[in-house]
């Protein structure tokens, strides 16, 4: 009699359970009785699947699926083109996706699932229809989020576009062949069913995934590469590959390679082809439809050659892209009726793309002007802002307690350091003259090692776990790393499993799990109180197991050097356990399985460029509250004001998806975007100017100065303009804001102010360096700008005041009470404030009208659109890009007032400025501190507004930012 397996009966259970209780109608109510009584009535009909169950694991899951909600994706999309034609019918006995859904059933949640069917069904649906005869073009772009599940969406969008009739299907995967073979692995199980380590033809089928046990066999797909690590499509393959529009459909996974996407070309050409044009004596596909899916979309996709136009805005014809971005164009060029969606989480450089780019030999670029997907990611999915919390008023908030900061790697001229942020490629890591590692990693592997053994005692035997080592981008300095780290874990490994010497090594790990593991799950178990983690085990458990777990790690190199790779696939029924140390093979698109420590001190300061480096944003369901992240306090703070400005980004995106705005539109006010402008300089187009619109922005000031001499000119700046605009409108103004009445005591409001006079204060008030977004000479340019053009020509002025602070006289006859704001300890080089802004300030201009209509749009958009538990009441006031737009561009019965600007001024107690510096002079004035509130803009392209032209250079930028890698 065979084994029985254990985890085959515990999936079956699963699936039945949760069967049972979506028939019984208890979705709002799944307790852990009701699961209980549904276990016995299955194992009742199957008593065989009882043997060595785990019917805890089976509840816990079962909670935690039930416990799931998922947000409805937005969209914005163009209708030029394109007959609407998916309904009900046409997806009547789709086996592909039936075969898929099953098979993810057996892994997510239904709520999870039925999310995927949707946002597949959307973004099929904007599609052309395959077996539309005449000729056709869709181009397209899905945005989720880093490690989200875009390989999931985009692998249930292949199996519903062949069922639907598309032929020929190519997966542009990532530009290593260990990130195509993680590609094609996945569409095995998910699409084709089959494992393709044979070549095409061969009868010796091993059936996976989807297709496990033969299901469907006799609707097999056919597949021209293979799962293998030289499995790409190559010349053999090319030569002797055949295809007729009557066999079922075709898929290629290729990489992103000059070699392989030109064999791909000529092949379509020489092979596929099947007419030529008369006119251009071009070979043409008619009779096949293409659809190409492009992972990691704004990954050598994007041309940085930067076309050029004339004056009335035609493409130069005889521009020659950039070699890949040529190639994926002239393949979509190359079939008459052809669709094309790119993947990715960091969409700024896609949006770069110019609207009107093409040319005769490549067609359009690759811009989506047929639709943007904005993907909603589920409430388990551990993102940026979940990591390290959204600024708020009362400074950064809702982070997770896993952030550990690295100390010792912060560079001091008296001591060199282990990995400075710039070294050579010959640089040796050592830690104060010596050939190991630092303190924190050491630290930073322990907290692995320790995870791994709790994972292993929560009955996670069969999951992998991963750490992922990410501190340089040079090959020598990775092998470098990769010998200390093998080095150091043999010493653990040694003295734990042969007991000598180990005291010091048990003493270390003990610390940290009292210090830090038992009070971190603590903390996770109150705040998490839905989805609490499970109860940590004694030491003593963990001391028992901890020798198994070391004799299982593998420090393994990821990099463009490395001939070993990490075969999740193949490790059988136990997980792995790997420490791996890498460079640009681990900073994009390669899935960490189980990441549960991450070693990460590389500085890069683009947007898309770190967001791609974040590999532990994702899902860890079980283990949560074991991860951890080691990193820089300057890492911290960047990857927090990613988080922001990516949501700031969505709130945008879902306003104007609200609005019924098109792509295009949305890609003008990206590229005007004053911080999400941080692409590669390349990917924007432009080697010396970047035009800014501010419209309907946000700025405020956090980084300030200490030093006299500047708080000095600023305290003048002030006064200056106080005397210039005379007496205030109101003092102690209030308003009517819902159900209350909301009052700011002890401030002083100001309107109809000329916009001559904020120009004169912004031209005379400096701003700190590391204040890079606010910078004063293009704020007070842009103003001018659009003042010119008949907006932001009377504006707001409000000066913030307190009823308790310490009063100071800022103006002929104004005297406010200070505003006390505790500056960031670990930032050493100024007075760096987590939020300036206060939300209800930023709407004191708005009427009672205004205000509620301000809210009506916050909900209506919150309500449609937002991620959140469907039992979470509505929003209570409106949100910030609700107030600028309706303020710019009016609502329902609101007169639109783009001509108001608002100008906020805060007066801020030095004493808390010197707060971690010890004394300060007595004479110190106050410190200005200000925020403005732009209306958007009726004005330029498409209600974004005018643009100020921003000069910068290559040196510049990669001194502000690093290199685009």
């Given at each position: 009699m065979p084994p029985v397996d254990t985890n085959e009966n515990q999936n079956r259970v699963l699936k039945f359970v949760q069967e049972l209780l979506l028939d019984g109608n208890e979705k709002a109510a799944v307790t852990a009785a009701a699961i209980s009584e549904q276990i016995d009535l299955v194992l009742k009909m199957k008593p065989s699947w009882g043997a060595d169950l785990d019917r805890t694991a089976v509840t816990d899951e079962l909670i935690r699926r039930f416990s799931l909600w998922i947000g409805k994706e937005t969209t914005m999309a163009s209708t030029i083109g394109h007959v609407a034609w998916l309904n009900a019918?046409?997806?009547?006995?789709?086996?592909?996706?039936?075969?898929?859904?099953?098979?993810?059933?057996?892994?997510?949640?239904?709520?999870?699932?039925?999310?995927?069917?949707?946002?597949?069904?959307?973004?099929?649906?904007?599609?052309?229809?395959?077996?539309?005869?005449?000729?056709?073009?869709?181009?397209?772009?899905?945005?989720?989020?880093?490690?989200?599940?875009?390989?999931?969406?985009?692998?249930?969008?292949?199996?519903?576009?062949?069922?639907?009739?598309?032929?020929?299907?190519?997966?542009?995967?990532?530009?290593?062949?260990?990130?195509?073979?993680?590609?094609?692995?996945?569409?095995?199980?998910?699409?084709?069913?089959?494992?393709?380590?044979?070549?095409?033809?061969?009868?010796?089928?091993?059936?996976v995934g989807a297709g496990r046990n033969g299901r469907d066999a006799g609707i097999r797909p056919n597949c021209a590469t293979n799962r293998s690590d030289?499995?790409?499509?190559?010349?053999?393959?090319?030569?002797?590959?055949?295809?007729?529009?009557?066999?079922?459909?075709?898929?290629?996974?290729?990489?992103?390679?000059?070699?392989?996407?030109?064999?791909?070309?000529?092949?379509?050409?020489?092979?596929?082809?099947?007419?030529?044009?008369?006119?251009?004596?071009?070979?043409?596909?008619?009779?096949?439809?293409?659809?190409?899916?492009?992972?990691?979309?704004?990954?050598?996709?994007?041309?940085?050659?930067?076309?050029?136009?004339?004056?009335?805005?035609?493409?130069?014809?005889?521009?020659?892209?950039?070699?890949?971005?040529?190639?994926?164009?002239?393949?979509?060029?190359?079939?008459?009726?052809?669709a094309y969606v790119g993947y990715t989480a960091t969409p700024f450089a896609n949006i770069f793309i110019h609207e009107r780019g093409a040319t005769f030999e490549e067609g359009?670029?690759?811009?989506?002007?047929?639709?943007?997907?904005?993907?909603?990611?589920?409430?388990?999915?551990?993102?940026?802002?979940?990591?390290?919390?959204?600024?708020?008023?009362?400074?950064?908030?809702?982070?997770?307690?896993?952030?550990?900061?690295?100390?010792?790697?912060?560079?001091?001229?008296?001591?060199?350091?282990?990995?400075?942020?710039?070294?050579?490629?010959?640089?040796?890591?050592?830690?104060?003259?010596?050939?190991?590692?630092?303190?924190?990693?050491?630290?930073?592997?322990?907290?692995?090692?320790?995870?791994?053994?709790?994972?292993?005692?929560?009955?996670?035997?069969?999951?992998?776990?991963?750490?992922?080592?990410?501190?340089?981008?040079?090959?020598?300095?990775?092998?470098?790393?990769?010998?200390?780290?093998?080095?150091?874990?043999?010493?653990?490994?040694?003295?734990?499993?042969r007991g000598i010497d180990a005291e010091e090594v048990w003493s270390r790990l003990h610390t940290l799990w009292q210090q830090?593991?038992?009070?971190?799950?603590?903390?996770?178990?109150?705040?998490?109180?839905?989805?609490?983690?499970?109860?940590?085990?004694?030491?003593?458990?963990?001391?028992?197991?901890?020798?198994?777990?070391?004799?299982?790690?593998?420090?393994?190199?990821?990099?463009?050097?490395?001939?070993?790779?990490?075969?999740?696939?193949?490790?059988?029924?136990?997980?792995?356990?790997?420490?791996?140390?890498?460079?640009?093979?681990?900073?994009?698109?390669?899935?960490?399985?189980?990441?549960?420590?991450?070693?990460?001190?590389?500085?890069?300061?683009?947007?898309?460029?770190?967001?791609?480096?974040?590999?532990?944003?994702?899902?860890?369901?079980?283990?949560?509250?074991?991860?951890?992240?080691?990193?820089?306090?300057?890492?911290?703070?960047?990857?927090?004001?990613?988080?922001?400005?990516?949501?700031?980004?969505?709130?945008?995106?879902?306003?104007?998806?609200?609005?019924?705005?098109?792509?295009?539109?949305?890609?003008?006010?990206?590229?005007?975007?004053?911080?999400l402008m941080i692409t590669s300089q390349l990917k924007m187009r432009s080697a010396q100017s970047l035009y800014l619109s501010f419209s309907g922005q946000r700025l405020q000031t956090v980084a300030l100065f200490r030093q006299q001499r500047e708080l000095q000119g600023n305290a003048r700046a002030l006064w200056r303009l106080l005397e210039s605009i005379g007496k205030p409108s109101e003092s102690d103004p209030s308003r009517q804001r819902g159900e209350v009445r909301q009052k700011w005591a002890g401030s002083y409001l100001w309107t109809d102010v000329a916009a001559s006079k904020v120009i004169a204060f912004l031209s005379e008030y400096t701003t700190h360096p590391a204040a890079r977004r606010v910078n004063c000479a293009m704020l007070s340019a842009f103003i001018e700008l659009m003042s010119r053009s008949g907006e932001l020509t009377e504006w707001t002025i409000a000066l913030m005041g307190t009823t308790d602070g310490e009063k100071r006289e800022v103006g002929p006859g104004v005297s406010v009470r200070m505003n006390r704001r505790s500056g960031d300890p670990d930032i050493k080089g100024h007075y760096s404030i987590k939020v300036l802004l206060d939300p209800t300030d930023e709407a004191i201009d708005l009427s009672e009208e205004e205000w509620n209509a301000a809210l009506a749009v916050t909900r209506t958009i919150w309500q449609r659109n937002a991620v959140r538990p469907v039992d979470e009441s509505d929003p209570k006031t409106p949100s910030s890009v609700a107030v600028r737009q309706v303020r710019g561009v009016g609502a329902p019965g609101i007169t639109?007032?783009?001509?108001?600007?608002?100008?906020?001024?805060?007066?801020?107690?030095?004493?808390?400025?010197?707060?971690?510096v010890g004394s300060f002079p007595a004479d110190t004035p106050p410190i200005v501190a200000f925020g403005i509130s732009f209306p958007a803009s009726t004005l330029g392209d498409d209600h974004l507004g005018l643009k100020v032209e921003y000069k910068v250079n290559n040196v510049l930028w990669e001194q502000e930012y690093g290199s685009a890698d």
């Open positions: 019918d046409r997806k009547q006995n789709w086996r592909y996706w039936q075969r898929y859904r099953d098979w993810m059933e057996e892994k997510l949640s239904w709520t999870a699932v039925d999310a995927l069917d949707r946002s597949t069904d959307t973004i099929l649906g904007f599609l052309e229809d395959p077996l539309r005869a005449d000729a056709w073009d869709r181009r397209g772009l899905v945005v989720g989020h880093v490690q989200s599940g875009k390989t999931g969406s985009y692998t249930g969008l292949i199996c519903k576009a062949a069922d639907a009739g598309y032929k020929i299907i190519v997966v542009l995967a990532g530009l290593h062949n260990n990130l195509r073979s993680q590609t094609q692995i996945r569409l095995d199980e998910g699409f084709l069913g089959f494992a393709t380590t044979t070549q095409p033809g061969s009868d010796a089928v091993e059936y030289a499995g790409d499509f190559n010349k053999r393959i090319a030569k002797h590959l055949a295809i007729t529009p009557e066999q079922r459909p075709w898929l290629f996974v290729v990489k992103k390679n000059k070699s392989v996407l030109t064999l791909l070309l000529d092949w379509i050409r020489n092979h596929a082809a099947n007419v030529v044009e008369a006119d251009t004596g071009r070979r043409i596909v008619t009779h096949l439809p293409l659809l190409v899916i492009d992972d990691e979309a704004d990954h050598a996709s994007v041309d940085t050659g930067g076309q050029a136009f004339d004056e009335e805005g035609n493409p130069d014809e005889e521009h020659e892209p950039k070699v890949i971005n040529s190639l994926i164009r002239r393949i979509l060029n190359a079939f008459s009726r052809s359009p670029d690759l811009f989506p002007a047929a639709f943007i997907v904005n993907l909603a990611a589920p409430s388990n999915y551990v993102g940026p802002a979940r990591v390290f919390g959204l600024t708020t008023a009362q400074g950064r908030q809702g982070g997770l307690p896993l952030v550990r900061r690295v100390k010792d790697q912060e560079s001091a001229e008296e001591r060199p350091v282990w990995m400075p942020v710039k070294h050579k490629v010959s640089h040796r890591p050592r830690h104060e003259g010596r050939d190991e590692l630092p303190p924190s990693l050491v630290e930073a592997i322990d907290a692995f090692l320790i995870a791994c053994a709790v994972r292993l005692l929560r009955g996670q035997l069969d999951e992998h776990s991963s750490m992922l080592i990410h501190v340089t981008r040079f090959t020598y300095v990775q092998q470098e790393v990769h010998r200390q780290v093998s080095e150091h874990v043999r010493q653990i490994r040694q003295r734990v499993l830090d593991f038992v009070p971190t799950t603590a903390v996770l178990r109150e705040s998490l109180a839905d989805d609490p983690p499970d109860d940590l085990p004694s030491w003593e458990a963990v001391v028992s197991v901890f020798g198994a777990v070391c004799d299982e790690v593998n420090v393994q190199l990821i990099n463009g050097t490395a001939k070993a790779a990490l075969d999740y696939a193949n490790s059988g029924n136990r997980g792995l356990t790997v420490i791996a140390i890498g460079g640009d093979k681990l900073a994009r698109g390669l899935t960490l399985e189980g990441l549960c420590c991450s070693y990460f001190l590389r500085a890069s300061r683009m947007y898309d460029t770190l967001m791609q480096m974040g590999r532990w944003f994702g899902y860890r369901p079980g283990y949560l509250d074991l991860c951890r992240l080691y990193t820089t306090q300057d890492l911290t703070e960047w990857f927090g004001h990613i988080a922001d400005a990516a949501e700031e980004l969505r709130e945008e995106f879902n306003f104007m998806a609200a609005s019924g705005l098109t792509p295009r539109e949305f890609g003008l006010k990206v590229q005007s975007h004053p911080v639109p007032h783009p001509e108001r600007g608002v100008l906020i001024l805060y007066v801020l107690d030095p004493e808390k400025a010197y707060e971690e």
